[in-house]
């Protein structure tokens, strides 16, 4: 495929480029709110806010894709109110495109007293203690209330390190509850073109708010934990579905990262070519490389934002934490040569000043700063996969952030 731009027939995803040397390949996604250049990092704005900034913001920044996330959605507001909002773009002022995580992940990390079922999950929110019961049709339903461009396959999500009945249990509730999630995508689809229809020729926009039912792309979750042998039977399963994409999940959550590149490796050559391919929680500079390297073509995490906000920052040379008394009376950019509106007007002293001071414009502009940082890696991986040029990108990376940890949430709670 090296060269050659084409269209997925009857799919969402098209591939411009792919390397001579490695699975990693230039694609666009497209949606409803328009096409998405991968491999892509979406920035984490889990109730419907990339914390710190506004979406105006995040427009300047030349973000593409936000992440939000179902079960806090569903939590606070509801899922009914951003319903009646016209859907989540016009809730959030956002008119790009937006990805919804199903919430398995928060459902089986973040509630208490959770109880799983075939059925679903009873569990207790972590907000108030109210008890709510999660099935993969409800999730559905959810997503189709917020409206998001691509939404998530309800899944099971287990800890690390996880026994091997764990995992496979896992594994076959996932499967069954994604047949359930695409029966109920499908069912949806159905009722919301019934009534496009019917809305034809009329001035209400309602079915409109949310830009149709028929754009809206439903990803499977393939999961296995550290298996290799259920990482092959999931993926297997998975493919087999009528889904527009697949996400690989239940990684970045405590395993060593030679874990994580090991599944890569089992996982990535089962997703078909044809279909783009996400990887869940992941963010670091370097993860970034070795997954862009291995295939990967969607990423998503909060360690850009978080990082931030502790006043830690990221350049070429590494991250730098600014708290530090170095900085004190630094008086040089965050990173020399960097064009963000940042780096070109405010210094390290003064960023510091702000942290030590407990200015929320401290926390502001280092989260500018850091997914200008991670926008550009990315715009340089997508170049050099164009240029056949992915070793020397890397050996860089690896320099400055290979011995660096990776997140092990993948909300901003």
Known sequence: MNGISHRISGGIFEIVKGSSKYPARVGRVHTPHGSVETPVFMPVGTLGSVKGLGSEELEELGVSLVLCNAYHLYLRPGSPLIASAGGIHRFMGWNAPVLTDSGGYQV?????????????????????????????????????????????????CPPYPCDYDSARGAVERTVKWAERCLE?????????????????????????????????????????????????????????????????????????????????????????????????????????????????????????????????????????????RPYADDFGPIEPGCDCRVCRRYTRAYLRHLFKSNEILGLRLATYHNLHFTLRLMERLRRAIIEDSLEGLRDEVMAAYGNEGDSDQRDET
């Open 108 to 156: 089986f990390s973040l509630a208490s007293l959770r109880k799983i079922t075939d059925e679903g999950v009873l569990f207790r929110s972590h907000i108030d203690g109210s008890e709510h019961f999660m099935t993969p049709e409800e999730c559905i339903r959810i997503q189709r209330d917020i409206g998001a461009d691509i939404i998530m396959a309800f899944d099971e």
């Open 184 to 324: 109920a995508w499908e069912a949806s689809l159905e009722v919301a073109n019934e009534g496009a229809e019917a809305a034809q020729g009329h001035a209400h926009r309602g079915v409109k708010a949310q830009d149709g039912a028929g754009g809206q792309a439903l990803f499977g979750i393939i999961q296995g934990g550290t298996y290799e042998s259920l990482r092959v039977e999931c993926a297997r399963a998975m493919t087999s579905m009528g889904f527009k994409g697949f996400a690989i999940g239940g990684l970045s959550v405590g395993e060593p990262k030679s874990e994580m590149y090991r599944m890569l490796d089992v996982t990535v050559p089962l997703i078909p070519e044809a279909s783009p391919r996400y990887l869940m929680g992941v963010g670091s500079p370097d993860a970034l490389v070795e997954g862009v390297m291995r295939g990967i073509d969607m990423f998503d995490c909060v360690i850009p934002t978080r990082l931030a906000r502790h006043g830690t920052v990221l350049t070429a040379s590494g991250p730098l934490t600014l708290r530090n």
